[in-house]
């Protein structure tokens, strides 16, 4: 009995383990609670180091503005400056088509041929004409020339003047089916051998049918133009003559122009045409460091407050040797809803234009983007 332990140390016992587990259960509430807050703290540093240094916002006309800290513009070598004033000319966009010009050069032969065959006759005739008169001249005075010596040489005469009569007629279709085919200029080339139409036969130029826009037209078509090939070469192409018919797929009015042979514009290819139309008016000259693509389309960056730009759309029917383009001058006391659609979309010439680093710009706008859409 004396070795069983006793209620009173039973219970003390008890006593001490409950107290120790209790102590355990509060520390663990006390590390726990730490901890907690120790990774809040942590979390929130990580977004901030997460937030994005580049801000993109949206103007009232649904443009993106990118805001760039002053450290990394200056890290990004953004360089702005206003636009050089340039001379802007409107164009017209049309459409054309390098034509195969194996119908032309058959026509050329054909025309060639009956000139040829009513030379022969005319020469024959020529000939026959003179042995009639002579045999005329001999039967009558001499008797030399028997009857029918002289017959013989009437017949042979009238046989060489049908056969000239024949040429002719010939002769003439073959031009009137020129005329009625190429029109007047085209086909006076062909029938006078002029040197459009040897360039034209010998390859040494192309024919090009532009085409307006059905229920658009010219008070008069310009004398030079260019064509965007497909490869996206810009020709030069000059006035022909009004065309004789139209493409049958746009209908609208058509004109024909040449091109140089060694271009890039091949026959049977489909090609933009670009007339410029009224005189030139004031525009700015985008350099091509300018230029940024998205979608296809022309942008650039405009500064329109310190720290902040503005993505534009720019037309692009005017390029310019270096790879820039020229666009229209937007007139400040001018509204864009007042305004032609290729004036309200130029840029006004005191607009400060992002020269270096508009590509950065956008690689920034977007990256901008797609962190805030992971957050």
Known sequence: MSGEPTPRVTSARAVAITGVAAAGVAALLIWG?????????????????IRPAVEVSWGNAGTAIVTLPPDLQKQADIQVRPPEAAAYQPQVQAYGSVLDLQPLTDLRNTVANAKAQLAIAEARLAASKSARERAQILHKDGQIFSTAQLQAAEATYQSDLAAVQAGQVQTQNALANAYQAWGPVLGRSLVEETALGSD????????????????????????????????????????????TRTDPQIQGVSFFYTADAESDALPGMNVIALLPVRKPFPGVAIPASAVVWLQGRAWVYLQIAAGKFARREILTGEPQPNGGYVVAALPSESTASSLEPDVAQGLSRHESLVVVGAQTLLSQEFSAQIQVGGD
Do not use: D, M, N
């Open 33 to 49: 609670f730490f901890a907690g807050r120790s990774e809040a703290t942590a979390e929130a540093a990580r977004e901030q180091l």
């Open 200 to 243: 034209l036969v010998l390859h040494k130029k192309v024919l090009i049918q532009v085409t307006l826009p059905l229920g658009k037209s010219l008070p008069q078509p310009p004398q030079t133009a260019s064509i965007e090939t497909s490869t996206g070469q810009r020709v030069k192409i000059a006035l022909v003559s009004p065309a």
